[in-house]
């Protein structure tokens, strides 16, 4: 393989005295790499203000793109794994949520590695990602989230695999997820937040807004996605002169159709959009955008009203507080798994198992049963 010619050259900062001399070896300006490969320019920071530090980079650069360093490598880029990568995704038929969050963590993880002067997949080794994958902590807060960037990331490492540009997948670290506590609102709580809206929210229409979608949420068990996003056809008003939130959850599919009290049926319609396709969202943009921008008021609302996540999302704490009334009020697990359009009712065992009322009732008699025999 034909090594490609990598030429150093400086980017001057402001009012630098060598401005204008591209090749200033002297300057303490930041020191950049260039070449052509695959008919394509590329350019990347070589990290350094030293000349001769970034002579070094630069023939390390040529030992990768060689593949001197790994001799089963083709000196593949990570730009170009990356492009190529989606453009496989493209052909697929991913959506466009999921194109967007390969493409942001992908540009990060190739933003890292340029800036420890990795510039193959081959240097892609498995201790460099594990070095990776101690910055995701402050990026990445849920270990839950982290888990799925994990995830993401070893598909594109299978798929390199796969173009045999690494001879091995490289080892990760395992990411252990946390289950979130089980934290519902208590009534004078749920009281509170809704006498917060106003103040956190001078503006009528938005204040109207928000209180639909958190009493939607809170009486529906809806996930702030599947609330923010309803189709205005899914809230029907049944024969029996009541309102009916009825919809198919978007993580699992599920078909779900929940009774709505009719003061909060009135409170979703005041915040409604009038004639339009959804309750909420105006259709202009993308759907993630709007949830996105709902998640960032119930963050102000929530801290508005001294209202914690206590180790899980806020908008949940709603879903919560909608699973734990029923459960309390003697609902059985298997209904409330339906409600919350689980598709195992394992997933809602092991959240709200604890807050069965009738499996409870049923432990302190069999307790309570013992003290006669002793």
Known sequence: MTTPLITIFVRHSPGCKYAGEEFA???????????SQDGKQQ??????????????????????LAGRVAPDAKGKTIDAAVALFKTHQLNQGWTADVLGKYSRELGRLQSWAEGRSVFTVAGLTGERLIGYQGTWAGLYPST?????????????????????????????????????????????????LLQTIPRSFTNNGRATRIRAIVQLMRWSGLAIT?????????????????????????????????????????????????????????????????????????????????????????????RDTFAVDLLSKGVPLEEVSKLLGHESIKTTERSYARWVKGRQDRLNRLVIATWAKQ
């Open 25 to 35: 070896k002297q300057c303490r300006c930041r020191k950049h790499l260039r070449w």
């Open 43 to 64: 350019r990347h920071s070589a990290g350094t203000r030293s000349w001769t530090e970034a002579e070094e980079v630069k023939r390390s650069l040529e030992d990768q």
């Open 144 to 192: 839950q989230t982290r888990s799925m960037v994990n995830a993401r990331l070893r598909n594109f490492l299978r798929f390199c695999y796969d173009n045999k540009w690494l001879d091995r997948v490289p080892k990760t670290s395992r990411i252990k997820v946390e289950e979130a506590p089980t934290m519902p609102l208590s009534v004078e709580e749920y009281e509170h």
């Open 226 to 318: 599947d609330a923010a996003c309803l189709r205005s056809d899914a809230l029907l008003y049944s024969s029996q002169k009541t309102y009916h939130v009825t919809t198919s959850r978007q993580k699992t599919g599920t078909h779900v159709s929940v009774p709505i009290p009719p003061d909060v049926a009135q409170d979703i319609l005041a915040g409604a959009n009038k004639g339009a396709a959804h309750l909420f969202w105006t259709g202009n943009g993308k759907e993630s955008s709007f949830v996105t921008n709902v998640q960032h008021e119930f963050r102000k609302l929530f801290k508005d009203a001294g209202i914690k996540a206590a180790g899980n999302m806020l908008s949940h704490r709603l």
